[in-house]
């Protein structure tokens, strides 16, 4: 029986692999388009559920008019509406992010907070957008920023049987060293995005292949489980009673033969 391969030995591996999808994609990224702290953390906020692409397409319009904390505290929340419509959940985004620049502005000095903690305490604000803000503006990140593609990359490269978003991050921070955790997430999403798809990882075309366990049977690896559709009730007849029941039970009357003759035309 051969023994299980050590914590020190699958880090080793998987940093190896890692190394080789960093020479890929050297210049991975964050893909929101941001010019300072202030603008990356709304733009993370507004990418809940949406595409970065569309995010994009947003934000300029929205940093026109209201570059700063303070003058987004002051918009309506109508205007911002308007601004955001074309992505996803654009109401409750609207206030979440006038929200958050209200509290910018009274309680942080128009300032991004550089801490996990005070981070997550603003409003739309959750650990990954934080990690996202800290890495990106700030590189100092506090965990591993677990989106849909790090989790299934990290399913697939074999680096985690863990499911939820939370233990996988736990599982990234022990296996990779701190200073990798920023550019490991922007690695995997390229990777993601590029070759690794969810549907149709394209396994031939993909650099570190002959390290991937799951090469050439990942699509069910590392996808979200179909949604089970609850079967409609099948409509039961009514039990039928008394004399409505007795007429409709009553066999049919057998056509006349005058009606049943054939027509002359
Ligand atoms: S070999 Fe296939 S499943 Fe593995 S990382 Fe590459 S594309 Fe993804």
């Known amino acids: 029986m051969t ?52 995010v994009n397409q ?12 303070e003058k987004l505290a002051e918009a309506e929340y109508a205007d911002v509406e308007r601004t955001l419509n074309r992505i996803g959940m654009f109401r409750q985004k609207a206030k979440n992010i ?82 990798n955790w920023d550019a490991l997430s922007h690695t995997l999403i390229f990777h993601g995005r590029r070759v690794c798809d969810a549907r149709r990882p394209a396994c031939a075309a993909c650099g570190v292949s002959d390290a991937c366990p799951s090469a050439f049977n990942a699509e069910g690896v590392g996808r979200k489980p179909p949604r089970k559709r609850v079967a409609e009730p099948k409509a039961v007849a009514k039990p039928q009673r008394g004399a409505a029941a007795k007429k409709r039970s009553k066999p049919p009357t057998p056509p006349s033969k005058a009606s049943s003759a054939p027509r002359r035309s």
């Open 98 to 179: 006038i929200n958050l620049a209200r509290q910018l502005t009274e309680l942080h000095g128009q300032e991004v907070p550089r801490s996990l903690a005070e981070l997550v305490a603003l409003p739309g604000v959750g650990r990954k957008t934080a990690n996202v803000v800290l890495g990106v503006a700030f590189g100092a990140p506090e965990g591993v920023v677990v989106d849909t593609h790090v989790q299934r990359l990290s399913q697939r490269l074999g680096w985690t049987v863990e499911t939820t978003p939370e233990k996988i991050e736990q599982v990234l921070m022990r296996l990779f060293p701190r200073r």
């Open 3 to 54: 023994a299980a391969p050590s914590e020190a030995s699958k880090a080793a591996t998987a940093e190896a692999v890692f190394a080789r999808l960093q020479a890929l994609y050297p210049d991975a990224h964050c893909e929101l388009d941001h010019d300072s702290p202030f603008q990356l953390l709304v733009a993370t906020v507004l990418s809940a559920q949406t595409t970065d692409v569309l």
């Open 58 to 69: 947003v934000t300029p319009e929205l940093f026109e008019r209201w570059p700063t904390p």
